[in-house]
């Protein structure tokens, strides 16, 4: 009978199956986030002009005016608006490749023919890809409105000079914002694979699918135990190419690939989950076989939601 797997077996069949071309996956996995990577590079361009007009104006060699007149010119300049649009194009390439990525994992995890090319073989479905990262962020805003609202309500109280309720709806806006956001993001992180394995679905049968699939809390809270303890692994690591006594630039590039190593694991292990949950539906829709004993029981579904 198909039952749900632990986290020590997911994250083996991860590795296991990525393990014999881990060099192409690696690539693959690079390829996926070479849009992301960009992206932060042009943002991090941005905050460090900011950062020195900042500096400047605090030096006191900069007025206020000048300050607010450079900040404008900077973010209308030519170059910016470039970096605006390029920014744009690498967040609507980004969902396919993704997909792409995710598709490349499922082949390795059913021991299929998988390539370097599979990285574009969801580019069919490109704008179904960008509605589904769309719905995706709506879904999880939306279940975070709550907070959002405590949010204003302390910021009101605070005007009001009522700082006990300010506070009051300040730690509520806290607590629901991070355990309302978090239950949302857990309960769709499965469509991607979905959408993925099924490129001729629609985006909104693939988020049904994962919320359904994702329905009970244990599921969800091991979801959740599988990505922090690889965000956990990838912090360690990063503070041991920091402490260790080397050069800079090769500090950098250990905690570079061993960033990618991991990532490249964490998909593996997510995707693994996912296979885990398509048999548990599968298995849920066979009928019961007559010589089987327990077939009498007729027995809750172990893929439905309570």
């Not at 042009?42 to 007025?63: D, F, I």
């Not at 609507?92 to 021991?111: C, E, F, H, M, N």
């Not at 574009?120 to 179904?128: E, H, K």
């Not at 992180?189 to 988020?207: G, K, M, Q, V």
Request: charged residues 15%.
């Amino acid at each position: 009978m198909t039952t749900l797997k632990p986290n020590a077996r997911l994250r083996a069949e991860g590795w296991h199956a990525v393990r014999p071309m881990l060099g192409v996956t690696l690539l693959v996995c690079l390829i996926a986030s070479l849009p992301s990577l960009l992206s932060q590079l042009l943002t991090m361009g941005l905050q460090n002009e900011t950062l020195r007009l900042s500096l400047a104006w605090q030096a006191g060699t900069l007025s206020e005016n000048a300050l607010f007149l450079r900040v404008q010119q900077l973010l209308t300049s030519p170059e910016m608006i470039r970096n605006y649009l390029i920014m744009l194009v690498l967040w609507l390439v980004t969902p396919v490749l993704d997909l792409g990525w995710r598709a490349y994992v499922l082949k390795l995890l059913r021991g299929e023919e998988a390539g370097l090319a599979d990285v574009l073989s969801r580019a069919g479905i490109f704008l179904r890809a960008v509605g589904h990262t769309i719905l995706l962020a709506l879904y999880v805003v939306l279940w975070m409105l709550p907070g959002t609202l405590c949010t204003s309500l302390a910021v009101w109280f605070t005007a009001q000079g009522n700082q006990a309720l300010a506070g009051l709806f300040s730690l509520a806006s806290s607590v629901l914002t991070i355990w309302l956001g978090l239950r949302a993001a857990l309960r769709v992180s499965l469509s991607a694979c979905r959408l993925a394995d099924r490129p001729e679905s629609r985006a909104r049968e693939a988020l049904r699918w994962s919320r359904t699939a994702m329905a009970r809390p244990p599921r969800s809270l091991q979801m959740l135990s599988m990505i922090l303890l690889f965000i956990l692994l990838d912090a360690v690591v990063g503070w041991m190419a920091a402490v260790l006594p080397l050069p800079d630039a090769v500090s950098i590039i250990l905690s570079m690939i061993a960033s990618l190593v991991i990532s490249v694991w964490m998909t593996s292990s997510v995707c693994a989950f996912y296979e885990n949950m398509r048999e548990l539906e599968e298995a849920a829709l066979q009928p019961p076989s007559p010589d089987d004993p327990s077939s009498m029981e007729l027995p809750k579904s172990h893929f439905t939601a309570e």
